[in-house]
C-alpha cells in the first residue's frame, strides 16, 4: 500500500497531499475502481452532488473495510442547492446517499455569482460544522475577491479552495493569496483531461531524467506547488501510478519550466461568468 504524507489543514484537519477524483466513476464499475484506490492508499476521496455518483462512493468506503476515520471524504453544495435552508437539506441529502454520519470537507461547487447567495450557503455550512454533521468547510472555483468576500462577511475562513490547476493554468496568484490565508489548494483536472499534456516534450524529457512516466511528473509538480491534486483513473494501474510521487522531486527549474506552459484555462469555466446549477 502506498503511504500518502498529510498537511494540517488551517482547521486542524490532516489532510492528504493527493486525493482521488471520482467524477464518471458510477455503477458498479465505479464501485469497485473507488474500492482499490482506497486499497492502494488514497485516503481523500472527492465526489459532488453534480457527480450522482455519492451511493457509490459510500458502498466503496464500506466494502474497502478501512477505518471510517482515516477517509476524508469530499462533496459539495450545487448551484440549485445555494441559500441557507437549501443547503443544510443538501448535505443532508448528501449524508444520505453516502450513508455516512459526517462529511469530512464539504465544498461549494461552483460560486454562481449572479444567484448571489453563497454567503448564506457558507454560514449554513459552519453551522453543519458546529452541529458536528461536517468536519471541514471550503469552497471551490472562488476567485480571490470572493474568497475575501466570505472571509469578511462570514468570519471563517474556508479550509480548502479546490480550483482548476494544471500546468497550462497554475493560477500562480492565486496559490499566493491562499498561502497568506491559510487556505489549502486542491487542484481539479490535475492531469489537464481535455488536453494532451502527457504528450509534451518537455513533460517527457522531465519524466524521463526521473525515470518516471508523465504523470508522474505532473503529479509531483503540483505536490512541490502546494496543492493537492485529485486525479481520477477507472483503473488500478493508473491509480497505483498516480499516487506512486512521493519517492522523486523535481528540482526547482524543472517546477518553474513545468509552470512555462502556462496557456490558460482548459474551457471556459470562468467562476466570474460560468454557471453551474
Ligand atoms: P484528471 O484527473 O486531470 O484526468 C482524468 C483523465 O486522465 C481520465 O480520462 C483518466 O483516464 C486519465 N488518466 C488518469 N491517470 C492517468 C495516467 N496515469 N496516465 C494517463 N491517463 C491518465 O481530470 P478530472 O477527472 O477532470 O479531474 C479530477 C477530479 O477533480 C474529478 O474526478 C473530480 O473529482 C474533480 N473535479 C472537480 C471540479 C470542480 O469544479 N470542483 C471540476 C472538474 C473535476 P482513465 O480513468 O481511463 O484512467
Redesign the pocket.
Known amino acids: 500500500m502506498i503511504s500518502i504524507p498529510t498537511v494540517t489543514l488551517g482547521d486542524g484537519t490532516i489532510f492528504p497531499q493527493l486525493g482521488f477524483?471520482?467524477?464518471r466513476l458510477r455503477g458498479a464499475a465505479g464501485v469497485d475502481a473507488i474500492v482499490s484506490a482506497i486499497d492502494l492508499g488514497y485516503r481523500l476521496l472527492?465526489?459532488a452532488v453534480g457527480y450522482e455518483n455519492e451511493a457509490e462512493v459510500g458502498e466503496a468506503i464500506r466494502r474497502a473495510g478501512v477505518d471510517r476515520d482515516e477517509l476524508i471524504v469530499t462533496t459539495?453544495i450545487p448551484g440549485r442547492d445555494h441559500g441557507y435552508d437549501e443547503a443544510i437539506a443538501s448535505a443532508r441529502g448528501s449524508l444520505d446517499r453516502l450513508g455516512l454520519d459526517r462529511i469530512d470537507l464539504l465544498l461549494i461547487?461552483?460560486p454562481n455569482p449572479r444567484i448571489g447567495r453563497y454567503i448564506d450557503t457558507f454560514r449554513a455550512m459552519v453551522d453543519l460544522r458546529e452541529r458536528g454533521l461536517v468536519r471541514s468547510v471550503g469552497v471551490?472555483?472562488f476567485t480571490e475577491p470572493m474568497l475575501q468576500e466570505l472571509i469578511d462577511a462570514a468570519g471563517v475562513t474556508p479550509a480548502v479552495n479546490?480550483v482548476e490547476l494544471?500546468p497550462y493554468f497554475p493560477q500562480a496568484a492565486l496559490r499566493a493569496f491562499h498561502a497568506a490565508h491559510g487556505i489549502r489548494t486542491e487542484s481539479?483536472?490535475?492531469?489537464?483531461?481535455r488536453s494532451d499534456l502527457?504528450g509534451e516534450r518537455l513533460i517527457g524529457d522531465i519524466a524521463s531524467a526521473h525515470g518516471v512516466?508523465p504523470?508522474q511528473a505532473v503529479l509531483r509538480w503540483h505536490v512541490q506547488l502546494g496543492s493537492t491534486p485529485?486525479?481520477?483513473?477507472?483503473?488500478v494501474g493508473?491509480q497505483r501510478?498516480?499516487a506512486d510521487v512521493f519517492g522523486f522531486s523535481l528540482t526547482g527549474d524543472e517546477v518553474a519550466a513545468i509552470s512555462g506552459l502556462e496557456r490558460g484555462r482548459l474551457w471556459d469555466g470562468d467562476p466570474d461568468t460560468h454557471e453551474e446549477m
Open positions: 477524483g471520482t467524477y472527492d465526489t459539495k461547487h461552483w471551490s472555483n479546490q494544471h481539479w483536472s490535475p492531469l489537464a483531461r502527457q512516466t504523470a485529485i486525479p481520477k483513473s477507472a483503473h493508473r501510478e498516480n
